[in-house]
């Protein structure tokens, strides 16, 4: 037979059940006792079967009725954690949040915010993407990823795009012989060994347009893919490179740090985003970390502006 009852017999039948009698589960609920009677008899009509004896000690479940209490334990429990991952989801502080995050923001920033969003948010669940721009980029525009850390791509037709600059400075090596200079320009910077990011990276191609623009040449020693590995070659005297002011910042806190730090002109930003997908919509917990992740943001974007001219300790 299936069973039709409402939720609020099962919810009486429980606290019978827990009292052991009808008249204290009735004080309980704060319900007449009639009532109490009337909604175990429109139950045991809907099951088909006696749920409770009288003895000379009170009520006295039937064997039926035991069977049936563990299932309405289980039935409860479960819409009561229901109704929490409602109130939880409404307020936007349930389900899983995935964050995409290029890779050096990801291990400098991204940390940060979390702690900060899940310290208003307790009962969150994030998790951290730490991949390519290129990738995230696709991730979040196909709603695989909520939202996404990424630097400005091709083709961003499919995203909701907010932009921010993160200034880049140029990082001298020990041996390097402009170590003194506060400043250094375009062409101070001829005929040294540079080390860039790949060829295609905005960093490299906006270096190579001021350069052409000041009639000096790159002069590539290496090549690689991320910033910290750059500001890491460049700490062994391979050459200079430009770098992040969060990543130079990061580098700079290490015991064998033998970088000099200095702003270039003319100054050249790192074009970063922050994205989410234009064809799906943001659920209510993005909505509530967005706040943070700007504000965060917009906080490097002015210290990067800010950061001017650091040296590292000898070793």
Not at 8 to 37: D, H
Not at 194 to 220: W, Y
Request: charged share 20%.
């Amino acid at each position: 037979m299936k069973i039709r009852h409402h939720l609020r017999q099962l919810q009486i039948f429980q606290e019978v059940v827990r009292a052991g009698s009808l008249t204290k589960a009735a004080r309980r609920l704060e319900l007449s006792q009639p009532a109490v009677s009337a909604a175990i008899a429109n139950l045991e009509q809907e099951v088909g079967f006696l749920l409770f004896r009288r003895n000379h000690y009170g009520t006295e479940l039937t064997l039926e009725a035991e069977y049936l209490a563990e299932g309405v334990e289980r039935v409860l429990t479960s819409l009561k954690h229901l109704g929490e991952l409602s109130d939880g989801l409404r307020q936007g502080r349930a389900g899983k949040l995935l964050v995409g995050c290029k890779p050096g923001m990801s291990l400098s920033v991204m940390p940060r915010i979390m702690a900060d969003y899940l310290s208003d948010y307790p009962g969150s669940q994030l998790s951290l993407q730490t991949f390519s721009s290129l990738h995230i980029r696709d991730a979040v525009s196909e709603g695989q990823f909520d939202v996404g850390v990424i630097e400005i791509q091709d083709d961003m037709h499919a995203l909701d795009v907010t932009r921010y600059g993160i200034r880049l400075y140029l990082v001298l090596p020990e041996n390097s012989p402009l170590i003194g200079h506060e400043t250094v320009t375009a062409e101070d910077l001829n005929g040294l060994p540079f080390i860039c990011l790949d060829e295609h990276h905005q960093s490299t191609i906006k270096l190579r347009n001021v350069m052409r623009a000041a009639g000096v040449n790159v002069h590539v020693v290496v090549s690689t893919h991320l910033f910290p590995s750059a500001i890491g070659l460049a700490n062994q005297g391979i050459g200079h490179t430009l770098v992040d002011a969060l990543t130079a910042e990061q580098f700079m806190t290490r015991r064998d740090s033998r970088i000099t730090v200095v702003p270039f002109e003319p100054s050249i930003d790192l074009d970063i985003a922050v994205v989410t997908s234009r064809y799906h919509s943001p659920s209510r917990q993005c909505q509530g970390f967005l706040p943070y992740l700007h504000a965060s943001i917009e906080a490097c974007q002015r210290y990067s502006q800010q950061f001017g001219t650091r040296a590292s300790a000898s070793p």
